[in-house]
């Protein structure tokens, strides 16, 4: 779940920018590609001490 939250929570704030910049897909794809790596450093951050 949080690492669908960080990714959503990202695409949405590509998908605002993209919509100020006048390109919505454009900044849901920018949204997209920074959410996936940022979504999986929050998992990691949050279960570190449990994989190790």
Known sequence: MLLAA???ASVGVGALVGWAAGSIA???LGG?????PAGIVAVY????EALS
Not at 32 to 36: A, D, E, K, L
Not at 45 to 48: D, K, L, N
């Open 6 to 8: 960080a990714t959503a």
């Open 26 to 28: 454009y900044g849901v």
């Open 32 to 36: 997209s590609v920074v959410g996936v």
């Open 45 to 48: 951050f949050r279960y570190r």
